[in-house]
């Protein structure tokens, strides 16, 4: 990968996200979830498929904050309609692990 600009790194639109809905996706090729995710008022609700089934429930992810990009083009995956990327980064076994505030901080708030 070759170095970026501030100005190209400032159109990523990463924001906080709160997912509302979880719920298993077996028509994938690999095991995932359809997720929900609210990104406060000016963005709305979107969703987005994960395959994090390796360290998370549908039923603990309502309520927990993600970090997501939310100006990516939507991204069909199967039948499924991705609109945003949540972000994670692999554990030692190259399962995925959610990136989150480690603080209280409102849904909506862009990175920075």
């Known amino acids: 990968m ?5 100005d190209e790194f400032l159109r990523v639109d990463i924001r906080v996200g709160q997912v509302v809905r979880a719920e298993p996706y077996p028509e994938a090729r690999k095991p995932t979830f359809k997720l929900w995710i609210d990104f406060g008022p ?13 360290h998370y429930s549908p039923g603990e992810l309502p309520g ?12 069909q995956i ?12 692999p554990d030692e076994d190259g399962e995925v692990v959610l990136l989150t505030p480690d603080k209280d901080v409102p ?4 990175m920075f």
């Open 107 to 110: 849904v909506g708030g862009r």
């Open 78 to 89: 199967g039948r499924f309609m991705s609109e945003v990327l949540v972000l994670g980064v």
């Open 64 to 75: 927990k904050r993600v970090m997501g990009v939310v100006n990516f083009p939507p991204r």
């Open 42 to 54: 000016e963005i709305g609700e979107k969703k987005s498929s994960a395959q994090i089934t390796s």
């Open 2 to 6: 070759g170095d970026l600009t501030f």
